[in-house]
T-cell receptor, first 111, second 113 residues
Framework: TQLLEQSPQFLSIQEGENLTVYCNSS?????LQWYRQEPGEGPVLLVT?????EVKKLKRLTFQFGDARKDSSLHITAAQPGDTGLYLC???????????FGQGTTLQVKP | EAQVTQNPRYLITVTGKKLTVTCSQN?????MSWYRQDPGLGLRQIYY???????DKGDVPEGYKVSRKEKRNFPLILESPSPNQTSLYFC????????????FGPGTRLTVT
């Protein structure tokens, strides 16, 4: 069974601090996605990483795919209250339509 | 506006009373899927459909049924709901070629008493 494990599960920080969220697996994936979910809403896709070692930037968010395509990280620089939310990593099976999600990281950024 | 819609958004029902949660998308997506979200467990896939008349089980299909008679609609059916199906449910859709990149609906909060 493929699993995605996220850490930490909860993170409470002050505005302006940096943070990193990790998504790990023992399986190799062809791609990995990061989503953000705000209370009362569905998840929204932030990024897809495809190539081992790939780094993608979205404003203050930096996403990296591990060289072996088994893990990924999300780094936020100078966090702001608007970054508060649930961050989810996800990946799919390359030969079926199944998708799996990590259990999520709840981020709270205090002003 | 491109969107995935779900109805109802909130539902309280009793054990054993059949219910259907509807899902519709206007983006001509081939792939559609249902998830449930429970605290500490993230999103777990219930069923998915790669195209019309094609459905497959996800990780937690027990107690649920789906059908895909039209491309835009993918209803979730609970024939005999039980309290352990109390959860937040999301429908999602995507293009077949990039089916990992999902567009999610707003969610349906279901309580079974």
């Amino acid at each position: 069974t493929q699993l995605l494990e996220q850490s930490p599960q909860f993170l409470s920080i002050q505005e302006g601090e940096n943070l990193t969220v990790y998504c790990n697996s023992s399986s190799v994936f062809s791609s990995l996605q990061w989503y953000r979910q705000e209370p009362g809403e569905g998840p929204v896709l932030l990024v897809t990483v495809v190539t081992g070692g790939e780094v993608k930037k979205l404003k203050r968010l930096t996403f990296q795919f591990g060289d072996a395509r088994k893990d990924s990280s999300l780094h936020i620089t100078a966090a702001q209250p608007g970054d508060t939310g649930l961050y989810l990593c996800a990946a799919g099976s390359s030969n079926t339509g199944k998708l799996i999600f990590g259990q999520g990281t709840t981020l709270q950024v205090k002003p | 506006e491109a969107q995935v819609t779900q109805n109802p958004r909130y539902l309280i029902t009793v054990t054993g009373k059949k219910l259907t949660v509807t899902c519709s998308q206007n983006m001509n997506h081939e792939y559609m899927s249902w998830y449930r979200q429970d605290p500490g467990l993230g999103l777990r896939q219930i069923y998915y459909s790669m195209n019309v008349e094609v459905t497959d089980k996800g990780d937690v299909p027990e107690g649920y049924k789906v059908s895909r008679k039209e491309k835009r609609n993918f209803p979730l059916i609970l024939e005999s709901p039980s309290p352990n199906q109390t959860s937040l449910y999301f429908c999602a859709s995507s293009y077949y070629q990039n089916h990992y990149e999902q567009y999610f609906g707003p969610g349906t909060r279901l309580t079974v008493t």
